[in-house]
Nanobody
């Protein structure tokens, strides 16, 4: 079974920084991409940032220039460095991975972490 475990959430002041980590473990053959989504109360879950196995990245317009996604393939871990945090960044952040569990699988399965709360408040 594949598990994604997030860490690093918490309370931070506006303008501050936080770093989220997500480690994937279990039966993993290859990881196509990992990323971060977030969901604020009453809102739909949205993509924040994603990174492919080759290193290409995508960011939501709202976080460009402030957030940086990176990964350590050897550790199956993805990070999200969040700088210049704003009130509107407050949300539950979910780690996401698209991966294959065996060499025979021709498609990616999607896995989600349990979520970690990021609260930006003064």
């Amino acid at each position: 079974q594949v598990q994604l475990v997030e860490s690093g959430g918490g309370l931070v002041q506006p303008g501050g920084s936080q770093r989220l980590s997500c480690a994937a473990s279990g039966s993993i053959f290859s990881i196509n991409a990992m990323g971060w989504y977030r969901q604020a109360p009453g809102k739909q879950r949205e993509l924040v940032a994603a990174i492919a196995s080759g290193g290409s990245t995508n960011y939501a317009d709202s976080v460009k220039g402030r957030f940086t996604i990176s990964r350590d393939n050897a550790k199956n871990t993805v990070y999200l460095q969040m700088n210049s945090l704003k009130y509107e960044d407050t949300a539950v952040y979910y780690c996401n991975a698209r991966l294959r569990t065996t060499r025979y699988q021709s498609y990616d399965n999607t896995y989600w972490g349990q979520g970690t709360q990021v609260t930006v408040s003064s």
